[in-house]
């Protein structure tokens, strides 16, 4: 009998300690809204080179020049993927923007297989 008491004392001890926790969570008020702004480009084309590898990574993009970038670019942080005919992403890196040319390496990947490569510059 005292087993069943013990029990359902622990119970009611693990349950007030559960709402003690959750009564001492603040609750606040907080808003939550979308709307929409233009978002300035710091350039609309680039020239793409892709640069295979060699040795143990002969015939395997290594990385990408992206060349004629503007210079509202520089500072900004600029992302590569090189994707494939059904544009799933096979690789992909990112390099800081300081000049009208960047590198960016990439993981290797077979250059066969590539068939897009997609530029993005984040700020500066």
Do not use: H, W
């Not at 350039?43 to 640069?51: E, K, L, Q």
């Not at 942080?77 to 544009?87: E, I, Y």
């Not at 993981?107 to 490569?117: A, D, F, I, K, Y």
């Amino acid at each position: 009998m005292a087993r069943p008491a013990l029990a359902l004392l622990l119970g009611a001890l693990a349950l007030a300690l559960v709402y003690g926790a959750a009564a001492s969570l603040g609750v606040g008020s907080a808003s939550l809204g979308a709307g929409g702004a233009a978002v300035q480009r710091c350039d609309t084309s680039f020239t793409r080179t892709i640069n295979l590898g060699s040795g143990a990574n002969a015939g395997k993009v290594v990385s990408v020049t992206i060349g004629d970038v503007a210079s509202a670019c520089n500072g900004g942080q600029m992302s590569v993927a090189l994707t494939d005919g059904a544009n799933n992403k096979l690789s992909e890196g990112s390099a800081a923007v300081a000049g009208s040319s960047v590198t960016v390496p990439v993981t290797p990947v077979p250059v066969s297989s590539v068939r897009n490569v997609y530029v993005v510059v984040v700020g500066p």
